[in-house]
C-alpha cells in the first residue's frame, strides 16, 4: 500500500508559477513510476507528467511541454511538479499518482492504483 499526500496548489494569475509536492509513505520500490494527473470541472482526469524513479525519465503531455518539469528528491520519497507560465487552461485539481511498475501506457489513468486526494489549482486571468 502506497499513500500520496499533494501540497502547494493555490492561486495565482495568469503567467505566474506554483511548485506542486507530492510526498509517498508506506511500501515503495526502488523502480517505480510517479505521475501528475489533472481533472478541471466538467472535464476528464488527463495527464500532465510523469517520472520513473529509477532512471528519472520523464515524460509530458503536449500541453505543458516547455512549462512545467517533473522531478523527484529520492531522500525526501517526493515527486515535483514546478508549472511556470500558468494560464487560465491550467485550472483544475492536480493529483499525485503512482505505480509499481512503468508501463508504455503511462499516459494513462488506468495504469496508476495508487491516488492521492488532490490538491487545487486556479490561474486567474
Known amino acids: 500500500q502506497v499513500q500520496l499526500v499533494e501540497s502547494g496548489g493555490g492561486l495565482v494569475q495568469t503567467g505566474g508559477s506554483l511548485r506542486l509536492s507530492c510526498a509517498a509513505s508506506?511500501?515503495?520500490?526502488?523502480?517505480?513510476?510517479m505521475a501528475w494527473f489533472r481533472q478541471a470541472p466538467g472535464k476528464e482526469r488527463e495527464f500532465v507528467a510523469a517520472i520513473r524513479w529509477s532512471g528519472g525519465s520523464t515524460y509530458y503531455a503536449d500541453s505543458v511541454k516547455g512549462r512545467f518539469t517533473i522531478s523527484r528528491d529520492n531522500a525526501k520519497n517526493t515527486v515535483y511538479l514546478q508549472m511556470n507560465s500558468l494560464k487560465p487552461d491550467d485550472t483544475a485539481i492536480y493529483y499525485c499518482?503512482?505505480?509499481?511498475?512503468?508501463?508504455?501506457?503511462?499516459?494513462?489513468?488506468?495504469?496508476?492504483?495508487?491516488w492521492g486526494q488532490g490538491t487545487q489549482v486556479t490561474v486567474s486571468s
Open positions: 508506506g511500501r515503495t520500490f526502488s523502480s517505480y513510476v
Open positions: 499518482a503512482a505505480a509499481s511498475y512503468y508501463s508504455r501506457s503511462y499516459y494513462s489513468d488506468s495504469v496508476y492504483p495508487y
